[in-house]
Nanobody, 126 residues
Framework: QVQLVESGGGLVQAGGSLRLSCTASGSTFSSYTIGWFRQAPGKEREFVGGIPWSGGGTYYADSVKGRFTISRDNAKNTVYLQMNDLKPEDTAAYYC???????????????????WGQGTQVTVSS
């Protein structure tokens, strides 16, 4: 089973940028679609975006479209979430996760993902 570790979170002012990393262990990482989710205090976890195992055809939630970009470097077993023009409403714990089977498409619901990282906190001040 793939194990994931997120990093790169922190405190940033509105309008700023952060790049989150999701690094995986295991040689089968390149076979798995990765999703990014976030959870703000008192709210349910929500889909942010995802990148297929093939690397093409990324998907984003409407709330982040045009500001966030997901990419992957399979040689480094890492998926990135580049976040630009951050807003206070982006404040949340961010999680990456693998689809529950290899070679699957991006899914929008968390039940379709099984291996999760521990999360990294992003705080955007106004």
């Amino acid at each position: 089973q793939v194990q994931l570790v997120e990093s790169g979170g922190g405190l940033v002012q509105a309008g700023g940028s952060l790049r989150l990393s999701c690094t995986a262990s295991g040689s089968t990482f390149s076979s798995y679609t990765i999703g990014w989710f976030r959870q703000a205090p008192g709210k349910e976890r929500e889909f942010v975006g995802g990148i297929p195992w093939s690397g093409g055809g990324t998907y984003y939630a409407d709330s982040v479209k045009g500001r966030f970009t997901i990419s992957r470097d399979n040689a480094k077993n890492t998926v990135y979430l580049q976040m630009n023009d951050l807003k206070p409403e982006d404040t949340a714990a961010y999680y990456c996760a693998t689809r529950n089977r290899p070679y699957r498409s991006v899914a929008w619901i968390e039940e379709d993902y099984d291996s999760w990282g521990q999360g990294t906190q992003v705080t955007v001040s106004s």
